[in-house]
């Protein structure tokens, strides 16, 4: 098992478990000296796609799963780090019991452009099945966006 650490719609545990039966939610943390964004615009069907990029004066609220190996195969399948559009890169998660290691996805492409209001909905109905404070969904919901997908 390794651990992983999601910031997108893998904070949904409903949706992870979907993705990755065999991977148990762990708890839930913040990766600090990154903040969340959006890139790729060319390579998302509705807007831009959502990643990580560091920030020292930002932090990320995320989910940490104990992933098995099966799981992370089809996990790199569905995050399309199969075919070079994200790649794992290790982070620091500060959790409820202290600093942990873990990986997470990272888009291959540059900052920039919009996601849809869709995308923005599904990543704030994730944070808030993983108990993610309210200030933070909140200011999810309130990020620019595409009209699209409303």
């Known amino acids: 098992m390794t651990l992983y650490a999601a910031y997108g719609t893998n904070l949904d545990p409903r949706r992870m478990g979907e993705r990755c039966p065999h991977s148990p939610l762990r708890g839930t943390g913040w990766l600090t000296g990154w903040r969340l964004t959006f890139g790729g615009e060319e390579h998302g069907w509705d807007g831009a796609l959502v990643t990580v990029v560091e920030d020292p004066l930002e932090q990320v609220f995320v989910a940490l799963y104990d992933v098995t190996n099966e799981d992370a195969v089809g996990l790199d399948r569905w995050e399309q780090a199969d075919t070079g559009l994200y790649r794992k890169t290790r982070?620091?998660?500060a959790g409820m019991t202290g600093e942990v290691v873990a990986w997470t996805?990272?888009?291959?492409?540059?900052?920039?452009g919009l996601p849809s209001a869709l995308t923005l909905g599904g990543l704030a109905e994730?944070?808030?099945?993983a108990d993610a404070?309210?200030?933070?969904?909140?200011?999810l919901r309130n990020r620019p966006c595409r009209s699209i997908g409303h």
């Open 91 to 93: 982070v620091r998660v």
């Open 105 to 112: 996805y990272v888009l291959d492409a540059y900052e920039g």
């Open 126 to 129: 994730a944070a808030e099945a």
């Open 133 to 139: 404070p309210a200030d933070y969904v909140t200011a």
